[in-house]
């Protein structure tokens, strides 16, 4: 069967679940079940402004996910594409999981006519990173947020 990415369904559920627990594990956070159930629906649902999402299955194993947003940005017309999550197994990572999956959402925005696909990862997420800097351009650009 080999590697596919292809639109999350109410079916993958579980592994869905699964998979995004372990994501937000690896950035040492948690959330309360509630936000699992509401960004499943939202992932699954009609609103085009809303989260999309992916699965990658190796051999028929759902074995990584992504979610995107398009949002309007105020120096293009276009909307963007933000690619929120990407997570693959660590039993997978290196096998082209990753890059299947960003090139995916890259896809997606081609066809939606969005000029550009952006993400962040933390500083000490190493292996990631040997990837982005394959595929992706790094920016100058640093985050802060709203103080607790």
């Not at 937000?24 to 402004?49: I, M």
């Not at 398009?70 to 890059?99: N, S």
Request: glycine share 8%.
């Amino acid at each position: 069967m080999g590697l596919i990415v292809r639109p999350l369904t109410r079916d993958d559920g579980p592994h869905w679940s699964a998979l995004w627990r372990s994501y937000l594990a690896f950035y040492e956070t948690e959330v309360p079940q509630a936000v699992y159930d509401t960004y499943f629906e939202r992932l699954l649902g009609n609103d085009s402004q809303d989260f999309q999402g992916l699965i990658a299955e190796l051999d028929g194993t759902p074995v990584g996910l992504t979610h995107y947003l398009f949002h309007r940005h105020g120096w293009k017309i276009e909307d963007v594409c933000y690619l929120q999550d990407l997570y693959a197994t660590p039993e997978v990572r290196g096998r082209g999981v990753g890059r299947a999956l960003i090139e995916a959402v890259y896809a997606a925005a081609d066809e939606s006519g969005a000029p550009s696909v952006y993400w962040l990862t933390q500083d000490f997420n190493a292996d990631a990173r040997k990837l982005y800097d394959r595929i992706g351009t790094v920016t100058p650009f640093i985050k802060y947020a709203r103080p607790a």
